[in-house]
């Protein structure tokens, strides 16, 4: 106190920092005697906080994750996109791409099979086929991981595993001209044993397959193939254009072993598109389920196109959400609108009375008021069957109003009707019935005294009730689900399909990310155009 | 009462009833003259509002008709009454500026732009508004609301303006300097209003007549000095004004004069509301009007009293004390040298003249 007199005295110029009593600053002071209140303040929302924060922030953080993680084919095979990024994109993969595929393919640990199964689905997003692809080539790749070039020449042609070709062969090398080109092989055909009876080999050893590669490409370089063929042509015509191809294909062959090999799994391995795919999608984020969730894709060379027209469901369905949330929210509106008028203007014990019939559905069950739409609705229901009983409709021609779109409108609309009544009625409660009067007494007939003095002040309760309604509708999914038929499914029964059915989970969240940035939007608008201040929800 | 023209407010035989089984508004008959400032004054459900409402519109007589300038209005909507309304709580539009609340009125009537804005900037001056044109009702102050509605009932010129406790949200400050406001355009104007209100100082300050309501019925009608110096009966004179009120039997009656027995005293009184010889009484008398030992032999009523209770308010002695079998009897002594040194149960004498008392009903 005494600092405080002494302070506003001789310098009244410059003003001293406040302090207390004992010379602690005012601020720090006032800082120590909120602290405990505000330290029970958190206390109290703490538990809310925390409940908010696992059940609502941390699943839409996680949905939008999801929408663009992509680690599938990253997790399953590190190496092959290692070697991926090397390549340019020019023709086919070099060798080590198809090396490191082989050897992260052939890898059969439960893991890694497993691994391999999400890359099957996550390819088969971007192409229908990738998961069959994945899943047989994964049973090969281990296969051919112990014997590539066999594997190779097999995959060059099937003709390599005919069970004449081996045989004949095993004859041809006993020819002089065979042991002359192909010496190695001709001895180990001599030394394979194989027999006439159906059950003896067919085909001899992995090394006599390499060996046979090696010579041939030799023999194809020097020429002295040529002397061969005509011996192998006498013996059998098919067998020589065999060796030929071969031979002549015989260095690439050894070259690229495993390429031919997974060709001979599927074609597919050897168009570079294939490869594309797979590169384009090992990005550890991608913009590919939002892409579809807006039809469209990303081409083999990584351009943004639509999607084939067949596929192209999402931007018409998101375009039937809106509208049919639209037309909702405008038939609640007109509904709601009167109702909200009568119970705002009643006395209140009858006000009161109304209002339990209109939150009486809040009480019943969703599933319930659904189904007791469709008991209604159906064509052999309760309102077909008064029609055609009173003659108004022949028994042929009943309404079909449950299954379709009409249906999911009327059930929304009935359903959604209190969440428009309510805010609409707390704003019409607030109008005093003296702003009608004054109104009136001013010269201005009824309905203008309506439309220029009541209803601008009934916006606020608009906006609130259309907005709540709108979100709502856009997102419903149960009643759609229940009474819309094919034509009445709406965007979150997709999203749902993707979440339960085709396990599509990035989708899904693309599909629920741009749905709940469409809402963020709408809301940014009503605040700019009414203001989020003039909402009031009760 | 006032001349033979034909007055411009008339209620005739009206009665309301909202529940069919309680009138509100019994028999109602009451005159108002072109340019009168008539209040209507009573304790809440007296029925002075339903009085105004029916004029006004927004309530239908049950039987009897109200007339407006030689015109039936039982059955005119009320926006074809052409009659200017204040509310108690303003009732200005919140989503409209000042002006556009003013301009309302003018719109509606399919008024010229040009004519409506020089209107409202006129109507806005006339209650030192002229800046707030631009403003929303939410922004000003209760005082400042008031003068815009008050300015909003008038912008549009009608004959007659009803004024539904205007004032009652008020602070007193504030109210008092309206209450002159308000009397000060009427004399300009010259339009006739009808206020509600059961603040009699108000009542007392403003009007040209009073109408003092209860229990459904015109107690009295009439000017403000009237209506103190000389209530009809005991309502008015409880109502208006602090009021001494002493109960007895007449003795007595001659001519506008009588006798009346008080617990034993005798007191002369004006004859005004009994029911003759023999039947109970209510002594009105106000305390200003009561002497502290008063000269010997100027006046007729003269009785010992002792005091009870002194309350200094300032420029007068509120002095309680109990005289003629009453110990809540009130005397105003001011507060002069002469009187200064009166204490409690000090015996002094308390006279009044035979004017100032009025013996009414029981």
């Known amino acids: 106190m005494a600092e405080a007199v002494q302070g506003s005295g001789p310098s009244p110029t410059a003003p001293k920092q406040m302090t207390m009593a004992d010379g602690t600053p005012l601020k720090v002071a006032l800082a120590r005697a909120t602290r405990r209140s505000k330290i029970r303040a958190l206390l109290l929302v703490a538990p809310l906080l925390v409940f908010i924060l696992i059940t609502f922030i941390f699943p839409i953080v996680d949905m939008l994750m999801r929408s663009i993680d992509n680690p599938e084919v990253n997790e399953a095979i590190p190496l092959t996109v290692a070697e991926l990024d090397r390549w340019d994109g020019e023709g086919m993969p070099p060798s080590a791409v198809f090396s490191a595929f082989v050897q992260e393919m052939g890898d059969r640990s439960d893991e890694q099979r497993r691994n391999l199964g999400r890359m099957g689905a996550r390819l088969n997003y971007e192409d229908g086929g990738f998961r069959s692809l994945v899943n047989k080539s994964q049973r090969a790749a281990a296969k051919i991981q112990d014997a590539p070039l066999q594997f190779a020449l097999v995959g060059f042609d099937k003709g390599w595993e005919d069970k004449k070709t081996w045989p004949t062969l095993d004859t041809l090398a006993e020819t002089a001209d065979f042991a002359d080109v192909l010496p190695t092989t001709a001895e180990q055909l001599r030394a394979w044993e194989t027999g006439s009876s159906p059950f003896a080999e067919k085909v001899p050893g992995a090394e006599t397959f390499s060996t046979i590669l090696s010579e041939l490409a030799t023999a194809a370089g020097n020429g002295s193939l040529d002397r061969l063929l005509p011996v192998i042509k006498a013996e059998n015509k098919k067998l020589a254009t065999l060796i030929e191809k071969t031979g002549a294909q015989a260095g690439d062959i050894e070259a690229n072993p495993l390429r031919y090999a997974l060709m001979g799994v599927d074609k597919a391995w050897g168009q570079p598109d294939t490869w594309k795919t797979i590169k384009n999608v090992s990005s550890p984020v991608t913009a590919s389920y939002y892409l579809n969730a807006v039809d469209r894709t990303y081409d083999s060379d990584g351009n943004i196109v639509m999607q084939p027209e067949w596929k192209q469901i999402y931007v018409h369905l998101f375009m039937k959400t809106i509208y049919v949330s639209l037309g909702v929210t405008l038939a609640c509106l007109i509904l709601a609108y009167p109702i909200s008028y009568l119970l705002a203007t009643l006395p209140s014990s009858k006000g009161n009375l109304l209002l339990i019939l209109v939150l009486l559905p809040f009480w019943t069950s969703l599933l319930v008021r659904t189904t007791s739409w469709i008991v209604l609705l159906q064509t052999q229901g309760v309102i077909n069957d008064t029609l055609v009983f009173l003659g108004l409709i022949s028994d042929d021609n009943r309404i079909e109003m449950i299954y379709n779109m009409t249906g999911t409108i009327i059930a929304m609309t009935h359903i959604l009707l209190p969440f428009m009544v309510l805010p609409m009625y707390s704003v019409m409660k607030t109008i005093s019935p003296s702003y009608m009067r004054a109104a009136r007494s001013l010269g201005a007939n009824p309905l203008i005294a309506f439309v220029r003095v009541y209803m601008p002040q009934t916006v606020p309760g608009i906006g609130a009730g259309s907005i709540l309604v709108f979100i709502l509708a856009i997102g419903y999914y149960i009643t759609p689900a229940l009474v819309g038929g094919q034509d009445g499914q709406l965007i979150s029964n997709f999203i749902a399909y993707h979440m339960q059915k085709s396990l599509n989970w990035g989708l899904a969240a693309a599909l629920g990310t741009v749905l709940l940035s469409g809402v963020l939007v709408l809301y940014w608008l009503y605040d700019r155009l009414v203001g989020i201040d003039n909402m009031k929800l009760g | ?362």
């Open chain 2, 1 to 362: 009462m006032a001349g033979k023209k034909t007055p411009f407010v008339q209620f005739v035989e009206v009665q309301k009833t909202y529940d069919g089984e309680i009138l509100v508004v019994k028999d109602l008959n009451l005159d108002i003259q072109a340019g009168e400032f008539v209040t209507m004054l009573g304790p809440s459900g007296s029925g002075k509002t339903t009085c105004l409402m029916m004029l006004a519109g927004f309530e239908t007589p049950t039987e009897g008709t109200i007339m407006l300038g030689g015109r039936e209005l039982n059955h005119v909507p009320p926006h074809k009454r052409g009659i200017g309304m204040v509310f108690q709580n303003y009732a200005l539009f919140p989503h409209m500026t000042v002006a556009e609340n003013l301009a309302f009125p003018l719109q509606v009537r399919k008024m010229s732009k040009s004519d409506t804005e020089a209107k409202v900037q006129r109507a806005l001056d006339m209650v030192e508004l002229g800046a707030f044109g631009g403003r929303r009702p939410g922004q000003l102050s209760g005082g400042q609301q008031q003068r815009v509605a008050l300015a909003r009932a008038l912008v549009f010129e009608p004959d007659l303006v009803l004024m539904d406790e205007p004032l009652g949200a008020l602070d007193k400050n504030l109210r008092e300097q309206m209450q002159y406001e308000i009397k000060h355009i009427h004399e300009q104007l010259g339009m006739t209003v009808v206020y509600v209100t059961h603040d009699q100082s108000e009542a007392l300050t403003m009007s040209d007549r009073i109408a003092v309501f209860n229990d459904g019925k015109i107690q009295q009608l009439a000017p403000p000095p009237d209506l103190y110096e000389r209530p009809d009966n005991a309502f008015v004179a409880a109502f208006i004004g602090e009021n001494n009120r002493l109960r007895g039997t007449v003795k007595e009656v001659n001519g506008t004069g009588c006798t009346v027995d008080v617990d034993g005293h005798i007191i002369q009184a004006l004859s005004i509301g009994h029911e003759g010889v023999g039947s109970r009484t209510t002594l009105s008398l106000r305390p200003e009007r009561v002497m502290l030992d008063p000269a010997p032999g100027s006046m007729p009523n003269v009785f010992d009293a002792t005091v009870e209770e002194l309350i200094y308010l300032g420029d007068h002695i509120r002095t309680r004390v109990s005289t003629c079998g009453d110990d809540e009897f009130i005397v105003k002594v001011p507060n002069s040298h002469a009187k200064a040194s009166l204490s409690r149960g000090q015996k002094v004498q308390v006279g009044w003249a035979l004017d100032d008392c009025r013996a009414l009903d029981a």
